[in-house]
């Protein structure tokens, strides 16, 4: 069965930082592409970033570019979203998913609360 | 960047019914259109890949056609499980971009 688990949210001011991470099983990891996708409250699902099985090559909503960078370390299994930056329209939950090219499967999403 | 409307943005029915969900994109993706179902506090479940192909373990009730710009998701018998949010999703380009969701609820 395939997981994927996110942590690393919380309660942030506005201009600060946070780092997303996703621990991944259950799938082959080292060739799988692996997305970030968000959800603010009360809207609907929103791309944010996805990265290349080898972490060589990774593309960003406009929305989160120079702001979001996207890692992954394939020894771990994991992959990163590292925030910085923060606005109050990046509140939202943020959701981890994968799979060989599109989001097949997906984690229940952390929460993150930008606000003074 | 690709968008993709989607119609209804929510509808009701009940246990038994069958129900179709559009999704128009604002130019062609080709077959690239993948659809998901939500639950609140839930992870999305990807039902539908490439347009018409059913994901493994999604019950033979759902089904997907369509090409170039216009997409259409059936879900036919309808089930108390079925009850949620679903999403079409593009997959042709960069950004992806996803459908604004039809709510389906109980009647």
């Known amino acids: 069965e395939v997981q994927l688990v996110e942590s690393g949210g919380g309660l942030v001011q506005p201009g600060g930082s946070l780092r997303l991470s996703c621990a991944a099983s259950?799938?082959?990891?080292?060739?799988?592409?692996m997305h970030w996708v968000r959800q603010p409250p009360g809207k609907g699902l929103v791309w944010l970033s996805r990265?290349?099985?080898?972490?060589?090559?990774?593309s960003y909503a406009d929305s989160v570019k120079g702001r979001f960078t996207i890692s992954r370390d394939n020894a771990k299994n994991t992959f990163n979203l590292q925030m910085n930056g923060l606005r109050g329209d990046d509140t939202a939950f943020y959701y981890c998913?994968?799979?060989?090219?599109?989001?097949?499967?997906w984690g229940q999403g952390t929460l993150v609360t930008v606000s003074s | 960047d690709i968008q993709m409307t989607q119609s209804p943005s929510s509808m009701s029915a009940s246990v038994g019914d069958s129900v179709t969900i559009t999704c128009r994109a604002s130019?062609?993706?080709?077959?690239?259109v993948n659809w998901y179902h939500h639950k609140p506090g839930k992870a999305p479940k990807l039902l539908i890949f490439?347009?018409?192909n059913l994901q493994s373990g999604v019950p033979s009730r759902f089904s997907g056609s369509g090409s170039g710009t216009d997409f259409t998701l059936t879900i036919s018998g309808l089930q108390p499980a079925d009850f949620a949010t679903y999403y079409c999703?593009?997959?042709?380009?960069?950004?992806?971009?996803f459908g604004g969701g039809t709510k389906l609820e109980l009647k």
């Open positions: 998913a994968g799979g060989s090219f599109d989001p097949d499967y």
């Open positions: 259950g799938l082959d990891f080292s060739t799988a592409w």
């Open positions: 990265i290349n099985p080898d972490g060589t090559v990774s």
């Open positions: 130019q062609t993706v080709n077959h690239f």
């Open positions: 490439s347009t018409s």
């Open positions: 999703q593009q997959s042709y380009s960069v950004p992806l971009t």
